[in-house]
């Protein structure tokens, strides 16, 4: 059975911190009254999603370029490069 987990709807960042095997039993469990911030970009709103097999080799769930999950950093924005950003020094 999959388990559920949580997927920040603002960033994509899956936080495995808790688990779910169904909707039923996050509910049950509070995963919806209370509040919850993702350690990522600090949204509040989530999907439950389920939770995604790793890898071989892999030590990340999100699987998506570096570039792509980290657009803030890379000065991405909406697939175009900032022509403005400059990286801290």
């Known amino acids: 059975m999959a388990r ?7 960033c994509g960042a ?6 779910w095997s169904s909707a039923d039993e996050a509910a049950d469990q509070g995963a ?3 509040p919850w911030t993702c350690s990522t970009c ?3 709103e989530f999907d439950l999603v ?16 570096a ?14 490069v900032d022509p403005t950003f400059r990286s801290p020094a």
């Open 32 to 34: 919806f009254a209370e």
């Open 4 to 10: 559920l987990v949580r997927l920040c709807t603002q």
């Open 14 to 19: 899956i936080d495995d911190r808790r688990a």
């Open 42 to 44: 600090a949204w509040t």
């Open 50 to 65: 389920e939770e995604a097999a790793p890898q071989r080799g892999s030590t990340y769930r999100d699987e998506r370029p």
């Open 67 to 80: 570039a792509e999950r980290a657009g803030v950093a890379t000065g991405s924005r909406g697939g175009g």
